[in-house]
T-cell receptor, first 109, second 114 residues
Framework: SQQGEEDPQALSIQEGENATMNCSYK?????LQWYRQNSGRGLVHLIL?????REKHSGRLRVTLDTSKKSSSLLITASRAADTASYFC?????????FGAGTILRVKS | DAGVIQSPRHEVTEMGQEVTLRCKPI?????LFWYRQTMMRGLELLIY????????DSGMPEDRFSAKMPNASFSTLKIQPSEPRDSAVYFC???FGTGVREQYFGPGTRLTVT
């Protein structure tokens, strides 16, 4: 079962622009995580935000969490061609992570 | 430090054959996860271990799939007999600590069953 659902499914932007991806989920959570997957590779953890946090930053990444709306967003500022990848949100369900279907981001140089 | 190591990276086999995928988690991590990724179903958790003990195998599709973790540094996922619908990328991931924490993924094994 997929707890998180990302939106949009695909996003194409120019290098230097900002990219925003959204994630909605159904049940209450303890934390929400974002991962990146480059083509043909494993997933790489980007950031974890706890349910009592509203915003978190890591370099060019900014994650927000709205537990009342059961949604999160990932903002990548000043995008680079190397940011081209699939991005997944994952929420805790019991003692395991449940991943969404992902957003495919393409950054054109 | 070495990350999660998986072998083989690619496996092509014929329907009916036994397939064994291997994983070495990051040293010191106490949880290990096996996932399957396909275009149709996305990323699915098959089974996870904590301190070498299987905790939740509800994602294992059927009895043809089995997983073991004989020690803290090694795990296997076996499919016997394999079928074409098992074709997918299989990932192993590990994490440290209690509760749901960040997971570190291996490079995956791309399995093709003809």
């Amino acid at each position: 079962s997929q707890q998180g659902e990302e939106d949009p499914q695909a996003l194409s932007i120019q290098e230097g622009e900002n990219a925003t991806m959204n994630c909605s989920y159904k049940t209450s959570i303890n934390n929400l995580q974002w991962y990146r997957q480059n083509s043909g590779r494993g997933l790489v953890h980007l950031i974890l935000i706890r349910s009592n946090e509203r915003e978190k930053h890591s370099g060019r990444l900014r994650v927000t969490l709205d537990t009342s709306k059961k949604s999160s967003s990932l903002l990548i500022t000043a995008s680079r061609a190397a940011d081209t990848a699939s991005y997944f949100c994952a929420t805790d369900e019991g003692n395991k992570l449940v991943f969404g279907a992902g957003t495919i981001l393409r950054v054109k140089s | 430090d070495a990350g999660v190591i998986q072998s083989p990276r690619h496996e092509v086999t014929e329907m009916g054959q036994e397939v064994t995928l291997r994983c070495k988690p990051i040293s010191g991590h106490n949880s290990l996860f096996w996932y399957r990724q396909t275009m149709m179903r996305g990323l699915e958790l098959l089974i996870y271990f904590n301190n070498n003990v299987p905790i939740d195998d509800s994602g294992m599709p059927e009895d043809r799939f089995s997983a073991k973790m004989p020690n803290a540094s090694f795990s296997t996922l076996k499919i016997q007999p394999s079928e074409p619908r098992d074709s997918a990328v299989y990932f192993c991931a590990s994490s440290f600590g209690t509760g749901v924490r960040e997971q570190y993924f291996g490079p995956g094994t791309r399995l093709t069953v003809t």
